[in-house]
DNA sequence: AAATGGATTTATACTTATTCTAAAATCAAA
DNA sequence: TTTGATTTTAGAATAAGTATAAATCCATTT
């Protein structure tokens, strides 16, 4: 059995997508581990978020960025991201099945899962434009 | 009023994205101008999608994979990726609108609209794989 | 027709995000 | 404690796309 083997470096980078607030770039890990004493080359930071990716305890997120950004959230869910300010928010409501069952008699496939990426205006921002 | 400037760079452009059965990348209409006989500069094929983009020509999809895509379909569809061979195949059964609303409330966010990769094996290769 | 000015194209340099590579370091087992 | 495998490091390389400045095009005015 395939064991997971969380080196020094690896267990730094995965506490900090575990406990980030939001969904950090490899940029930003890359800045966070400095903060915390740590030096560690680029593409350590790279192979760990990729190890940690493969092994099923972070997730990785491509909103239609440029960057990739990590998630240390494992349950299913979706994100919203805010047009206005970028901020990126968790979206627990999933589809409902019946779309996925349509989707799959429209185009012959086997539908395993569907990535959504919601755009749209968060609260602060509407609150911001009205003044 | 605006007006659309279409130059012979412009409309060679937009020819190989509207007429294309595929979704191909800049590259992709980089290679299929030089088949046609065109060669325009690298930096005038990415304005010239950029522009038909801006100008609602064309539409950009951004997939998740490296390099951004590019489809002359401007009704409102979606789109499903084979994880076997990659092919990229149309949606037109639309998200729920209920989900929308449930989204809006649970995240106070205005949604505008979602952005959607489906995922999933297509029947080639359910074909293929079966033998 | 020549001059003007704005938009566009070109060639090339640059940026950003990421991967690759080869050598050095670390670790685990025999 | 040598061997072998894995991991880390530093830096080069790559891919996609953007920026820039000069050259070209084009429509209009003189």
Request: glycine share 6%; aromatic share 8%.
């Amino acid at each position: 059995m395939k064991t997971i083997n969380l080196t020094t470096q690896r267990k730094a980078v995965y506490d900090i997508v575990y406990h980030a607030e939001d969904h950090p770039t490899a940029a930003d890990v890359m800045n966070r581990l400095v903060e915390r004493g740590h030096n560690f080359a680029y593409g350590t930071v790279y192979n760990s978020l990729r190890y940690l990716t493969d092994n099923g305890l972070i997730r990785e997120l491509k909103l239609g960025e440029a960057a990739s950004r990590y998630d240390g959230k494992m349950d299913d869910h979706q994100h919203i991201v805010c047009e206005s300010c970028g901020r990126v928010d968790e979206v627990m409501t999933g589809a409902p099945l019946q779309w996925y069952a349509d989707v799959a008699e429209e185009t012959g496939y086997d539908v395993h899962h569907a990535h959504v990426v919601f755009k749209g205006v968060c609260t602060e921002c509407k609150n911001k434009s009205k003044k």
